[in-house]
C-alpha cells in the first residue's frame, strides 16, 4: 500500500482529503505544518505529499524546497493543494520541486486525476 | 413525473433529431436534463415546456430539448489512451508515410466543448521539432451550438481545467483571466469548429487520416451506428484510422473498419495492413 502524506493546517482539510486517499488505497499520514511534515518524511519517506501552501511555522513552498534536498528527498511525488490559484503561484511552485497542483477547492475526481498522471495511480 | 406518453414524444423527436436513443424508463434524466430549459425558456414546468414543443411543433424548441438530452460530458486527455496512441502511433506511422510533407487532416466527430481537439493541439505543438514540414488541420464538429459556442471561445473553468489536464500543460497552453482558463491564440487557431450532425450528410467534409468518434456512438441504435461508420469510412483516407472509445467496437457494426492489432480503441481501414510504429 502506497503511503500519502497530508499536510495542512487545517483538520477538516486533512479529514476530507484523508478519506478520499484512502478510499483510493493510501494509507495516510497527516503533518499540521511544513516542519512536522519536514519531519514525518525524516522518519519515512512518503510516495506522495499533498500540500497545503500558507501554513504557520513553515510553509508548503519552504518545505518542498527542503525535502527535495533531503537524502531520499527527490522520491516523493508533491502535490500542492491550496487557494493560491494564479499563475505566478502555480509555477513558482513547480521551479521549487512540486510535480502536480491542485487548486482548491477540489473533490475526489480532482485528486484521483492528478495521482494517475503522475502515475501515483493506475489510469481506470 | 414527466407524463410516459411526454416521455415517449419527446424520446421519439430527439431520435428523429440525433439519433439518441432515450429508453423510456430514463424519466430521472429528462427531468435532470429538461427542467435548466424549460425555466430558461420561460417555462413554469418541464409539462409546460414540451406542451408547447407540441401545440406549435416547433422545431426550435425540438433542437433545444435534443440538445439538452444529448450528453456532452468530456475533459480533457479523456482515457490518456487514445492520446497516447495518437502520440506516439498514429504520428510517427503517418508522417513517414506523408514523407514529412503534406498536410494531415484531424477531424473530433462530437467534440462537445472542445476538450479533445484541444488536446490533440497541445500534443502536436509540443512535438512540432519531430514532425518537420508536415501540416496539420484539426475539425472539430458537434450537433450542439451551445458547446461549439464554449468551444471556440476555449475558455474553461479551474474544475475544467484540472480533470485530465498535467499542470505543466496547463503553464504552457493555457492564459489565466481570473478564474477562468483560456487556451492559448496558437492553439485557438489549430482548430476549426463547426456544425455538423452526424446522421446528416458529410458533403464538403473531404478526407481524413485521423477520425476520433468516442463515446458517441454508444447513444444510437445498431443501425444508426452501421451508417454513421460507413459514412465516416467513406471520409477515412485509405491509410486513415479510426479512433473509437474505449467500451466501443466497430465489431459486427462495420466491414469497412478493422482493428489494428494490440491497440485498443484504434481502427484501419479494411484490407490495409498497418504498419506499426513500434
Known sequence: ?124 | MIKTEDIQYVAAEAYKRSGLVLSTDKGYLLESRLAPLARAEGFPSIEGLIAAARRESADRLLWAITEALATHETFFFRDSTPFDLFKQEILPVLSRARGNSGTIRIWCAACSSGQEPYSLAMILDEERARLGNLRFEIIATDMAPRVLEKAKAGVYSQFEVQRGLPIQRLVQHFDQNGDQWRVKSNLRSMVTFQKQNLLDNFNGMGTFDVIFCRNVLIYFDADTKKRVLTRLAAQTATDGYLVMGAAETVVGLSQDYAPVEGRRGLYGRSGVAKSQAA
Not at chain 1, 488505497?25 to 503533518?31: I, L, P, R, T, Y
Not at chain 1, 518545505?63 to 505566478?88: H, I, Q, S
Open chain 1, 1 to 124: 500500500m502506497k503511503t500519502c502524506l497530508v499536510v495542512d493546517d487545517s483538520r477538516v482539510i486533512r479529514k476530507v482529503a484523508r478519506k478520499i486517499l484512502e478510499e483510493l488505497d493510501f494509507n495516510c499520514v497527516e503533518a499540521a505544518d511544513g516542519s512536522e511534515a519536514l519531519e514525518a518524511c525524516r522518519k519515512q519517506m512518503p510516495d506522495a505529499v499533498l500540500l497545503d501552501w500558507n501554513m504557520p511555522v513553515m510553509n508548503g513552498l519552504d518545505f518542498v524546497k527542503a525535502l527535495r534536498r533531503e537524502e531520499g528527498g527527490d522520491k516523493p511525488v508533491v502535490v500542492f493543494c491550496t487557494t493560491e490559484n494564479d499563475m505566478a503561484h502555480i509555477t513558482e511552485a513547480l521551479r521549487a520541486g512540486a510535480d502536480e497542483y491542485v487548486m482548491k477547492p477540489f473533490d475526489g475526481d480532482i485528486i484521483e486525476s492528478k495521482f494517475q498522471q503522475t502515475g501515483l495511480l493506475r489510469a481506470s
